[in-house]
């Protein structure tokens, strides 16, 4: 069992910045994937962002490529989502998740998720 939270939201004018942090506890002998998705009330929720277990892979949606970059603690099941150049149609509900095999895109792979953080993002 992987417990994650998440924090680092806010309130951000647009072409402000945040950093999302995303705390992993419990099992530490197990490296995980970890992933970042958000949500608006009403939609479903979309992959942001993943990276791979050895760090050496990492994945980005089109729509925050080149302004927002993942990372981790490379011995913790910890991750960091650093988001630049922000914009009002960033604004959601940002959560994490770990897991261990699948896509790095589809919720499915996740094993376990954090409560999520919320960002907005005024114009």
């Known amino acids: 069992q992987v417990q994650l939270v998440e924090s680092g939201g806010g309130l951000v004018q647009a072409g402000g910045s945040l950093r999302l942090s995303c705390a992993g506890s419990?099992?530490?002998?197990?490296?995980?994937?970890m992933g970042w998705f958000r949500q608006v009330p009403g939609t479903e929720r979309e992959f942001v962002a993943a990276i791979s277990r050895t760090i050496d892979n990492k994945y980005y949606s089109d729509s925050v490529k080149g302004r927002f970059t993942v990372s981790r603690d490379g011995a913790k099941n910890t991750a960091f989502l650093q988001m630049n150049s922000l914009k009002p149609e960033d604004t959601a509900v940002y959560y994490c998740g770990a897991g261990s095999s699948g896509s790095y895109y589809a919720t499915s792979s996740y094993n376990y998720w954090g409560k999520g953080t919320q960002v907005t993002v005024s114009s």
């Open positions: 419990g099992r530490t002998d197990i490296m995980y994937r």
